[in-house]
């Protein structure tokens, strides 16, 4: 099994930047991709940013241009970062580190809260 540990979040003002990290050790070699989800209060769980095994990039369209996803393989762990600038308050929700593992399995992480102020 993969697991996932999350760390960066917190409280920024409108304009501001943070880069959340995702540590996935484990079974690693199941990966296909790792990304970010968001889910603000009362809103679905949405797609920010993803990054497959290929180096293939998804960004969600709100945040194209403002956020960055990268990834450092090593041995026995990947990492995955998203630098995030230039947030606004629609930017703020509860943010979930993923792998899709091959066979379309998801394994998510347990959340790091986003608070951007105006």
């Known amino acids: 099994q993969v697991q996932l540990v999350e760390s960066g979040g917190g409280l920024v003002q409108a304009g501001g930047s943070l880069r959340l990290s995702c540590v996935a050790s484990g079974s690693v070699f199941r990966i296909w991709s790792m990304g970010w989800h968001r889910q603000a209060p009362g809103q679905q769980r949405e797609l920010v940013a993803r990054?497959?095994?290929?180096?293939?990039?998804?960004?969600n369209d709100s945040v194209k241009g403002r956020f960055t996803i990268s990834r450092d393989n090593a041995k026995n762990t990947v990492t995955v970062y998203l630098q995030m600038n230039s947030l606004k308050p629609e930017d703020t929700a509860d943010y979930y580190c993923?792998?899709?593992?091959?066979?379309?399995?998801?394994?998510w992480g347990k959340g790091t809260l986003v608070t951007v102020s105006s």
């Open positions: 993923a792998v899709v593992q091959y066979g379309a399995y998801y394994v």
């Open positions: 990054i497959t095994r290929d180096d293939i990039i998804t960004y």
